[in-house]
């Protein structure tokens, strides 16, 4: 029982490549998420989806792009990578209400 | 909007000792509560919750009581030990809007030995 899987774990880019995280869950959840940690700072929500082809932005979706062509999988794509885009990224399915959320272990990118 | 206030760390306690973090929340419904827990180089992992007031969530030693008429979700555990040092998250969860889940800051605990 997999859970959610992120991939890569680490990652380097220059400053204006781009990447996409993968992120794909097991569980037959609807309700997929990412979010992005700064140290000391808690989780924000860059985007979000309900299920398969519906997305919708969080807090913080500037410089981010999301598709959700299955269930299973919710990539993350970053274009023209900034320094402000350092950051740990996460991402979670869940079931819906009350049922709180697996997240994956996580995608340390550092931009430079 | 909503939000969560949790207490800042980092909490330093000995082996056995008495753990309280508190939480507080703003919500304009009646929304679910959790405590995650996010041990060193991991991602976080759902610790409890509690759906309703006057509901209390457990797990592995650790409670949190729902209290609607003070809005606070408190996490107690009554002796900790080294293996619980981690970063805890407060947070919560409204029943519309997909289900987006709000977090609180993080509370860092070491336990000494």
């Known amino acids: 029982n997999a859970g959610v899987t992120q991939t890569p774990k680490f990652r380097i880019l220059k400053i204006g490549q781009s990447m996409t995280l993968q992120c794909t869950q097991d569980m037959n959840h609807n309700y997929m998420y990412w979010y992005r940690q700064d140290p000391g700072m808690g989780l924000k929500l860059i985007y979000y989806s309900v299920g398969a082809g519906i997305t919708d932005k969080g807090e913080v979706p500037n410089g981010y792009n999301v598709s959700r062509s299955t269930t299973e999988d919710f990539p993350l794509r970053l274009e023209l990578a900034a320094p402000s885009q350092t950051s740990v990224y996460f991402c979670?399915?869940?079931?819906?209400?009350?049922?709180?959320?697996?997240f994956g272990s996580g995608t340390r990118l550092t931009v430079v | 909007g909503d939000s969560v206030t949790q207490m800042e760390g980092p909490v330093t306690l000995s082996e056995e000792a008495f753990l309280t973090i508190n939480c507080t929340y703003t919500?304009?419904?009646?929304?679910?509560l959790f405590w995650y827990v996010q041990y060193p180089g991991e991602g976080l992992q759902l610790l409890l919750k509690a759906t309703k007031a006057d509901d209390k969530g457990s797990n592995k030693g650790f409670e949190a009581t729902y209290r609607k008429e003070t809005t606070s979700f408190h996490l107690e555990k009554g002796s900790v030990q080294v293996s619980d040092s981690a970063v805890y998250f407060c947070?919560?969860?409204?029943?519309?809007?997909?289900?987006?889940?709000?977090f609180g800051a993080g509370t860092r605990l070491f336990v000494k030995a």
């Open positions: 947070a919560l969860s409204e029943g519309t809007g997909g289900f987006k889940t709000i």
């Open positions: 919500a304009t419904g009646y929304p679910s």
């Open positions: 979670a399915s869940s079931s819906g209400s009350g049922y709180g959320y697996t």
